[in-house]
């Protein structure tokens, strides 16, 4: 789905949009991000064929390096980004186009240093933040609907603990949303939950993986506190342990789908799998064959996880799961 770019960082460079990035043939894209020297170009260098350059001083890395990871069939985008600092999000070090690109990926590596202050994952955090990413979550559960006319109208559906209709009134009227429909679905809903159903269009919810490098050089039960951690994976580049194990942790986050397809009367071809998203369906996967395909659609047998009994004959909306085979007969 996406090609590899060449992100240029340099001053008044313009870092491609997802949009634009789409239809090639990666099926997902990865992006490091980390402060300086924490070992973004190594790892990339050890899970790809791109060969990034490596040294002990900061700002190493000063554009987007992107390589291919394969994994289980698919083939997966891994861009090495430049070392990011505090105030990236302002501007510092070209920071910000640096964070605009992470905010195309389809998942997050945050490559720390286990041997820095336990402080540079909340800074990191900060700094996506403030350019709308939002790391491990869920959109709020506020619905918002603007209107023509007829002024706000806000509901709520149990009392929440940390808004009220003025305050929520106010918020809107300084987003000039003076004709709309709210409904609040969760009670535990902040201010910032409004706003950033507000701004919807510039959130981006991202997964986060957070991975931390140099465990060669920490001791053993930090380590064991570090790896405790949600999301989070430890490794060392260095002594080339537990690489594996981030690659299949990064594979899991993603939730992508591999799909066998069978030709009546013929063996499936388990050499070549379609890569879907997760929560897909049989018309997703008619649209990785053939834009065209979905028209001439009669059913599909399944066979797999999916399937209550195999082959199980099913219809476009069918959700497909993790190493299914599928048929498409067509009319
Ligand atoms: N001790 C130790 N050093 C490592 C490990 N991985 C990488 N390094 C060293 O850390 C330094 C920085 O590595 P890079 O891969 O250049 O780091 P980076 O994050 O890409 O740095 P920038 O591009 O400058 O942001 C190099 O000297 C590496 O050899 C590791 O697991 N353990
Ligand atoms: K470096
Ligand atoms: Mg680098």
């Not at 960082?9 to 894209?29: C, Y």
Request: charged share 25%.
């Amino acid at each position: 789905m996406y090609p590899s770019p060449e992100v240029n960082f340099a001053p008044g460079a313009q870092v491609q949009g997802r949009a634009e990035l789409m239809s090639s043939v990666l099926d997902a894209r990865i992006a490091l991000v980390g402060f300086p020297s924490v070992g973004k170009s190594t790892l990339l260098s050890k899970i790809t064929k791109t060969k990034s350059a490596v040294a002990s001083y900061a700002f190493t890395t000063l554009t987007a390096i992107p390589g291919v990871m394969e994994y289980g069939g698919a083939e997966i985008q891994i861009l090495d980004l430049p070392g990011i600092i505090e105030g990236a999000s302002e501007g510092k070090g070209r920071g910000r186009q640096v964070i605009s690109a992470a905010k195309t990926s389809d998942l997050i590596m945050m490559v720390l240093d286990a041997t820095k202050k336990a402080e540079q994952r909340a800074l990191l955090e900060k700094e996506l933040e403030a350019v709308g990413i939002r790391l491990n979550r869920k959109p709020p559960n506020i619905y918002l609907k603007e209107k023509k006319a007829g002024g706000m109208k806000i509901n709520f559906m149990s009392p929440p603990k940390n808004l009220d209709e003025k305050m929520i009134y106010n918020i809107l009227r300084d987003y000039k949303m003076l004709n709309c429909e709210v409904l609040v679905r969760d009670e535990n809903c902040t201010v910032d939950d409004l706003i950033d159903v507000i701004m919807a269009p510039h959130r981006k919810y991202i997964k986060c993986l957070y991975v931390y490098n140099k465990i060669d050089c920490i001791s053993l039960s930090y380590l064991n506190t570090l790896a405790r951690e949600p999301h989070t994976v430890v490794m060392s580049c260095e002594l080339d342990l537990g690489i594996s194990a981030v690659v299949d942790r990064a594979w899991e986050e993603l939730n992508l789908l591999r799909i066998y397809t069978k030709r009546k009367g013929v063996a499936p071809d388990f050499s070549e799998a379609l890569i879907v998203r997760q929560n897909a369906t049989i018309e997703d996967v008619c649209d990785q064959i053939h834009r065209s395909l979905k028209e001439k659609f009669k059913y599909a047998l399944v066979w797999g996880a999916s399937a209550r009994h195999v082959p199980q004959r099913v219809g476009l909306n069918h959700p497909v799961a993790d190493e299914d085979v599928v048929s498409i007969v067509s009319k």
